[in-house]
């Protein structure tokens, strides 16, 4: 079911001279909704038919299939669609992409046309269907989120989706995550769709080790976003080209010749390990968390913590020895 809440009045909204083109067609639609509104519980399913807090509204197969794609869907996912409404994603997810699907639906009727669709088209034993509150579903199994709801529920389950499995990928037919920027974003017959990939956690301190070399490496974290700081023998070293998507992160720093390093690897909890591209051979690097070091100048340290370290991040003895300085 697509939950609608706070969908009249979206985020942002400031009255109708700010009112969108797309919002006011919105506006239009559930205008219509009271005609559906007395639509007995058991009956036929009707585009517009609301429920506590949602409405539904289908997805056009287009769009379903370019979402997918997004999320590289294979058999070897589990597609979870919160507000499954009709059951067409999770059957399009098993039918064409060979994935074990699971739609997540409150109203009785739309789960039992789901039900009635899938075994129509063959897919009754890849696609399935639960008759729940989006926001009491088990998300454990879930590899791919698909989501149409508006951008008050899409609020409330943020937090939820920022904890599910670094690489989990979620898509959205139209509506965003507030603040937390999309990886990417399409465009299908005038409908957007944005995807997300939950990012794994790197904010913190690495020491990062190649043959024969190392450096320290300060990252801080907004979602996928990445900004950092390097050391090397007491001296900064600049780290630039920061990309996180899911556990793969990618970066480029200096060698002690000033020659441009990539690395590439992949982050499995509070380790790091991957490939690194420079002049001459490639070579293989890995990285462990470690707590900042403080060293036996500790007035030079708490100066240099602003500018070197996460604050947030830094143990709490360090951060009151700075404190009472």
């Known amino acids: 079911m697509r939950q609608t809440r706070n969908l009249l009045y979206p985020s942002g909204y400031r009255g109708f001279e700010s009112l969108s083109l797309r919002h006011f067609l919105w506006l239009l639609l ?52 919160l507000g499954s409404g009709d059951g067409r994603i999770p059957i399009y997810a098993a039918k064409h992409f060979g994935a074990r699907a699971i739609g997540v639906e409150l109203e009785a009727n739309l789960v039992a046309l789901s039900r009635e669709k899938a075994a129509a088209e063959g897919v009754s034993h890849l696609a399935s269907f639960i008759q729940q509150d989006l926001f009491e579903a088990d998300l454990a199994r879930a590899t791919v989120i698909a989501l149409y709801i508006s951008p008050g529920v899409m609020s409330r389950l943020k937090p939820r989706l920022l904890e599910l499995n670094p690489g989990t990928r979620i898509v959205s037919h139209q509506f965003t995550l507030e603040d937390w920027a999309p990886d990417e974003t399409i465009r299908v017959e ?42 090397r023998d007491g001296s900064s070293l600049a780290v ?86």
């Open 30 to 81: 559930f205008a219509c909704v009271p005609a559906v509104a007395q639509q007995p519980p058991g009956g036929a399913p009707q585009i517009g038919q609301p429920s506590r807090d949602s409405v539904w509204v289908p997805t056009p197969e287009r769009v379903m299939r370019r979402m997918l794609q997004m999320a590289d869907t294979t058999r070897r996912d589990v597609v979870v669609d």
């Open 190 to 231: 005038n409908r957007t769709a944005h995807l997300w990939v939950v990012p794994a956690s790197v904010a913190g301190h690495w020491s990062v080790e190649l043959p024969g070399e190392s450096f320290l490496l300060g990252l801080e974290q907004r979602y996928q976003a990445l900004s950092a700081t390097g050391e």
């Open 240 to 325: 630039i080209g920061l990309n996180l998507r899911g556990t793969e992160i990618w970066f480029t720093a200096f060698d002690r010749d000033g020659s441009v390093r990539h690395f590439r690897g992949a982050v499995q909890g509070a380790r790091m390990t991957g490939d690194s591209e420079g002049e001459g051979t490639p070579l293989r690097w890995s990285a462990r968390r470690v707590q900042p070091k403080v060293s036996a100048s500790p007035d030079s340290q708490c100066a240099a913590a602003p500018r070197l370290w996460n604050r947030r991040t830094l143990t709490p003895r360090f951060i009151a020895a700075c404190s009472a300085k």
